[in-house]
């Protein structure tokens, strides 16, 4: 079922004036009981109906028998009853004038064949009547500013106000976030259960409006709707909400493609990574990870200015241990200027070499010397930010005094500088101390636990989301798939050369004949090659001869190749028979699109050739990209490495294959229906220029062309 984003009345849903609640008993354990409870915990300020035709009173609140005997029509309608039950009832609410319905039942679409059935009415009541409906199979939502607890748990004490707002597949994980271990403070938490109506894309949508938010988390499973997901998550990024993601599933689950290379190397989940890198969520692997980083964001929304990231502690052996973890997280700990070097000798022995990440005990630790290492720092404007780690337990103990100083120092230096501060526990343990957080929390810094989880955290701020350039003209997109799905390979290679892909000049012969005049227009020494659509792997069938050097080895090879053809001919075709010139040595790559419809163009690169089953590594982006994104991608893998030049040979032309890169990502953009790979291996990288020898190209199942007028 599909709506635009705005036609669903999310507002009745999200903050409804009056609710009724459908099943609530005198059980104080049932679930309409609960929902009634949690609602008074908040301070709820609207009206709230029970709707059971037992009572005419629960407690002090009049009962109804149904709802349409209710006084007034109420925004939402809460469905406290099993899932037999629900259809009708979301039928007496549509009749009721009730634009919001909860319900949280299981035993719709996540049952059996009868819950499916069951869920699809109640998808076909709210298309039909214009409904938001929540759930099913989920805990409810709760509006923590406006104190709307539409919230089913047991055990509920309320919740702190605050910036975050959570959306979560999970309702046990939203239980456990609830708790604000960190003390951050939420604006909403929403439990989707099994998403029949609204989806994450609705509720992300809304909250990208609410300026009362500034940190979006969300804990997936899955993206139903990937399209209207990505519509809502660049328009809260357009807000400068970040959002902040524990996307389960890292396991190979996408489908099967005909060419094993770009589907193996583009598993499903880094499809995800792709996906939500485009979109600039940041993806955490565990909830701690999540935490600290929710922290920092919270504190510092905006991405961290592209300046140098500098790392101070108390220690030689944490600096070492700050630089691998912070290296493994992606940090890059640039080198002190030579001016910042001399601001802070006077604070370090002479014979102490001052680098990045800064032992700062220096000669000994005192306020005026910690004072003259932060003013030296904050001084240099390449510096961005500086973390400071401490020893400072929860339980006190430790090196809380020399953290309250430095405290105390940041937050005065932070008055005066751009530079953000972070501070972080060097150990979970006992959590942030309670007299550094408060001098802190003055200051507006924020203070994360564990090396690891907080260097993870940072590395996520500083990495700024990218950002694609337009796709090319749908119509040149178009006019290029109708040639490439001729069947005719060369035409393939030559549309590839018009879309800005260096490949290879390929002639196709059909006999020994047509073979000869070829190899006198491209010159000795040649390649021969067979194909038909349904051969995807030419070298594993002997379809391949390579280094041809004269005219008798040409027929020969013709001969051979034909023959094979022949043998493996489906439908009475042949195949085709083409010759290109061999191509000069040089670094061989892999280059793959992988069109997903909804999700968009992916491209991929890495070593290819035979090594491509070797090594099995590629970086992955959604496109399209440019030919500078394009470069650091080769510099993610092992290609980047051998263009640099290895044992004396090279370097090799980067540059090149960054633009062939980025040429492919633009067509794979613009083919998202139209293909589901197109796999360019190898395209080898010269001392100057690359050129494509082997392409492979898989139509969608259904393509734009089979619905085109």
Known sequence: MEYALSSLPLDKLMNPRAIAVVGASERPEAIGTRVIRNLRVMGYPGTIYPVNPRYEKLGDLACFPSLAALPERVDAAFLAVPAAQGPGLMEEAAAAGIRAVFTNASGYADGDADGIALQRRLEETARQHGMALAGPNNLGLINVHDRAAIWTPRFFEGVKPGPLALISQSGSVALILAEDERRIGFSYLVTTGNEAVVTVAEYLEHFADDDRIGVILLFLETVRHPEAFARAAEAARRRGKPIIALKLGRSEGGRALVQAHTGSLAGEDRLYDAFFRRLGIVRVRDFDEMLETTLLFAAYPQPAAPKHFVAVTLSGGEAALIADVGSEAGIEFAPLSAETLARLRPAFPPYATIRNPVDAWGLGFNPERFAMVVKALTADPEIGSIALSVDAPGIGGGDVPYACIMAEACAAAAATSDVRFIFFNNVTGTGPNSEVRAILDRAGMPYLSGVRTALAAIGHHLRAPAVAPAAPAEATAMEWCRRALSGDETERFRALAEAGLPMAETLPVASPGEAGKAARRLGFPLVLKGSAPHLPHKSDLGLVRVNLGNEGELADAYAEVAAILARHARDGSPGQIYLQAMAKPGIELVLGIRNEPGFGSFVLVGV??????????????????????????????????????????????????????????????????????????????????????????EPAAQTKLETAP
Do not use: C, W
């Open 608 to 697: 290819g050739g035979l090594f491509v089953e070797v090594i099995k590594q590629a970086s992955l982006r959604a496109g399209p990209i440019d030919a500078a994104e394009g470069r650091a991608m080769l510099r993610e893998t092992a290609a980047g490495t051998l263009l640099a030049g290895v044992r004396g040979r090279g370097p090799y032309d980067a540059d090149a294959a960054a633009a062939a890169i980025a040429a492919l990502s633009h067509l794979g953009a613009a083919t998202v229906d139209t293909f589901s790979s197109i796999e360019i291996n190898p395209l080898i990288v010269h001392e100057r220029g690359a050129t494509g020898v082997d392409l492979l190209v």
